[in-house]
Each structure stands twice: as C-alpha cells, then as structure tokens.
C-alpha cells in the first residue's frame, strides 16, 4: 500500500511539472486562473457546513422549548428557567425534557438514514456507469432548504407544533434528497475524478481543511448571533447559504467527464435492480486493484469511527448541559477552541506524519485512535469545563483519522470502481450513525443520566481499542507481504545471474 508522504511527496512532483512555474513566479492573472482550476466542489460544501452550522444552537434551543412548552405543557416560568442556565432549580423537570428529546434523537436518526442508504446504494453505480457527479452534489442542498423552511414553521406554530414536528422537518424530509451521505459520496466521487491517484490524497485534505475552517468560523458567533437576531434571522441567514450553494454548483461546477445519455429514461436507469448489486458486488468479486479483506476491515473501522463521532455529538450537548449548565453560547463556544485545536493540529500532523517521519497510512490511523483514547478517558473524568478544554487539546490530532481512512480506502479499490466504493462507505456511515444515535441515546445516556452520564465517553474508548488491533493486524500484513515480494525479487535476480553465468560457461 502506498503511504500518505510517497503520495504528498509525487503530488508535489507533479504539481511542479504540470505548471512549469511555482505559485510565487505566477502572475496575479495566473494565480487566479490557477485557484479557478483547483478549487471545484470546495465552496459548495463550505455553504452546506456553514448553514448546518449556523442553525445548531438555534434548533438545540428549539428541541429544548418544544419538549418543555408543548410536549410537556410545563409553564413559561419553568421553561424560561430552564432555557437561560438555571436548570438546576428545576432537576426533574430537566431530566425529563433531556429523556424526551434522547428519545426523539434515537427514532430520528433511524428515519433519516433509510432513504439516503436507498438512494446511495443505486446512485453510486449509476454515477460511475453514466458519469454523473454533479446533480448529486446539487440535490441535498435542495432537501436541506426544504428543512429550513419546515423548521420556520415549526417557530411559527411554536405553542402547537410538537416536537417530533422539528424532528421530521429537520432531518427527515432533507433526507428524501440524499442528505449528507449523498453529498459525501458525491464530493469524494468528484474529488477522484479531477485528480490523479498521486494528488488524491492531497485533495481530500483540502477538502477536510476547509471543513475544519468552516467550523469554528461559524461556531464562534453561532450562538451569539441566535442571541442577537432570534430563530428567523438564522434560519433565513441558513437559507441564503443553502441557495448560494445550489447556485453555485449548478453554474459554476463543471463534470468532470462527458455525462453518457441514458438509454432506458433516467428514473428508470437510477433504481436498476443491477446497479445496487454491482455496488454491493464490490465486496465480493476479484479484480486487480480491489483487496475485499481490507475493503470489509476499513468498512468496519469506519463504521466505528463514524458511528462513536456521532453517537457522542448526538448527546454532548445534553451531558454539558446537564452537568456543567452550559448554555447554546458555552458550547458554541467550547466547539470553537476544540474546532480550532482540530484544524491546526490537523495542518501540523499531517506535515509531520508524511514529509517529516514519513508515517504509513496506518500507523497514522493507529497513532490518532490512540489519540482519541487518551482524550476519552479525560473527557469521562472531567469535573470542571477547564478539564474539557484539556481534553480537547489532547485530542489534537483525531482530525487526521478521518483524512487516512479516506485515503486508505481510495487505494484499496481499482478506478472505476471509486464511485461504488464510495457508496459503500456512504452506506457504512450513515448506518453508523443511525444505530449509534440509538444506542448512544437510549441503550447509554438516558439510563446512566442520574448516576455516572459520562459513561458514552468510556464505550468510546472500548470500540476504538478493539479497532486499534484491527489496524495493527493490517499493518503488519502490509510488512509481510512487501517482505515477500522483496524476497521473490531477489530470488528472481538471483536465478536470472545463474542462468546468465551458465549460458556464459556453455559459451
């Protein structure tokens, strides 16, 4: 398996010799036209961070007065209470609306997740057979204006809209267009598509770059700004967001191969019974190019790593809240420092994993895993919220997991099975995260809440040790088989030097 510096390194190789000129030598002009060609799906996914983003304090605010003022008709004084940091004088009444909405997280997730799993598992085939990238970029931004809509009418009718109303709007109806499995699979099909396997790596790590940008920028004033202009003011903001994106992709990004006409009608094509067989095909079938044991281990480990990042985020919020008193601002702004820390310790590990130490691909995992362990142990002990800004600093370098696991599985499958495999790992994701926001919600945090509800952290602990052993047992692999392979091409020298000397002698 090729590692992550022999990929930067060749990448940086190749830069060179297409452009002949450095960036610096460049003119202004050149520079533009330069960024022009390089940057692609990056603004569209920088909009769709952005509005999700945006919302977060305001619909985490929401979930909280809809289960206290409609679904459990507490009164205003109880729920102003509650809603400005004083839940503590009210600790039943707290449990109870936290019990409430982990419910709803744990049928939310499951409901959210079927259609994109639908969708993704033809689309994925159909995308690389008729080489169609952008329309399933364009389409989830759609859903997700659609949510904003229903959740500016779950404001309006804000004293008879029930909770479970936020839950469908939210999630569910975006869902219908992909959601954010479809734009993964779809950014990551089109990533692969633009760049060569030497510059793949390097473009996945923009990608996940500007993620980490995005987040802190807008979480910094997130909260703040829900305090300022209300519900409507962000979700109108969120709106403009989701509509430059859709704009944006329709008139500004480009396939990067010449769509092929389909024969039977579209719809017809989409949902061929063949194309989601041939996606799952990938698991079974030899072809060179395509290792099936380390598709299924890096499936598992994705399933893992997705599924602990949202089963924690899925309850986070109600453990600080809970235990620390946190409003929407505190965390907005605890996600900030740990976003930031995330982002730099990201650009700093992965310059000193690859150019300086020369890491494999999996070495690295494993060294982020540990990483998160180490962070998880502090996280459940903490007792105070400086102890949650330590273990955020501890967690520097978890925000390169996600970029090796992109890049291992990108070299495990042949080039024109990319999209299917992304679809695959599409699938992996979004089942992760509908079974763990259940188990995370119910099988966890509602029955631990009164007597230890940092026990999440601990279960997070457990699953990546198992997955760190996984890791090493594929690493090792790796280091036999290039032994072997050494060992077979010197036998074979060797032979070819025999046969040599005896055609010499019977000379």
């Avoid at 599924?307 to 600080?320: A, H, P, Q």
Wanted: glycine share 6%.
């Amino acid at each position: 398996m090729t590692s992550t510096a022999d990929l930067v390194t060749e990448s940086v190789g190749d830069l060179t010799a297409k452009n002949e000129k450095t960036f610096k030598e460049m003119s202004f002009g050149e520079k533009l036209g330069y960024i022009k060609e390089v940057i692609t799906v990056e603004p569209l996914i920088a909009a769709y961070v952005m509005s999700s983003l945006l919302c977060g304090p305001a619909l985490w605010n929401l979930e909280f007065e809809k289960s206290c003022r409609v679904n459990l008709a507490y009164n205003d004084t109880v729920c102003d209470e509650i809603l400005t940091g004083s839940q503590n004088d009210w600790p039943e009444q707290n449990i109870q609306i936290q019990t409430l909405i982990a419910n709803m997280h744990s049928w939310q997730s499951p409901l959210q997740t079927v259609m994109p799993l639908i969708l993704i598992l033809f689309l994925g085939s159909f995308s690389d057979r008729y080489k169609w990238r952008k329309p399933f970029l364009i389409v989830p931004l759609i859903g997700e204006l659609f949510a904003v809509v229903g959740c500016i009418l779950c404001v309006v009718f804000m004293k008879s809209w029930p909770l479970e109303a936020q839950g469908i709007s939210q999630t569910v109806i975006p869902s219908f267009f992909g959601g954010q499995t479809m734009v993964v699979m779809a950014s990551f099909a089109y990533i692969a598509d633009v760049s060569t396997l030497e510059m793949r790596t390097l473009r996945i790590g923009i990608v996940q770059i500007v993620l980490n940008a995005c987040t802190p920028f807008a979480h910094s004033f997130s909260g703040k700004l829900f305090e300022i202009i209300g519900y409507y003011g962000i979700l109108l903001i969120a709106a403009g967001f989701y509509t430059f994106g859709i704009l944006y992709g329709y008139f500004c990004i480009k396939e990067p191969r010449t769509p092929v006409k389909s024969k039977n009608g579209i719809l017809r094509d989409i949902f061929d019974p063949t194309h989601a067989i041939d996606t799952l095909n990938l698991l079974v079938k030899k072809e060179k190019g395509n290792n099936r044991v380390y598709i299924l281990l890096m499936m598992i480990i994705m399933f893992v790593f997705s599924g602990v990042n949202v089963g924690e985020g899925s309850v986070f919020f109600l453990y600080v809240q809970s235990v620390f008193s946190w409003l929407p601002t505190d965390f907005s702004y605890f996600i900030t420092v740990n976003t930031l820390i995330h982002l730099f310790g990201t650009l700093a590990a992965v310059w000193l994993f690859t150019k300086v130490f020369q890491l494999d691909d999996l070495i690295i995992l494993f060294l982020t895993f540990m990483d998160k362990i180490i962070a998880n142990f502090i996280f459940g002990f903490a007792n105070t919220a400086t102890l949650l800004y330590v273990a955020a600093f501890v967690s520097v370098i978890t925000g390169v997991s996600s970029i090796a696991i992109r890049s291992i599985s990108t070299k495990i499958v042949a080039e024109t099975d990319i999209g299917k495999a992304n679809s695959l790992f599409g699938i992996v994701e979004a089942v992760a995260a509908a079974v763990a926001t259940t188990i995370y919600s119910i099988g966890i945090y509602t029955p631990t809440i009164e007597v230890f509800p940092a026990m999440f952290f601990f279960f997070g602990v457990l699953v990546f040790l198992l997955c760190s052993v996984v890791i090493i047992g594929m690493y090792i692999n790796d280091r036999r088989k290039e032994g072997s392979v050494a060992q077979e091409q010197q036998t074979s020298k060797e032979k070819a030097m025999q046969m040599e000397e005896l055609q010499v002698t019977h000379i």
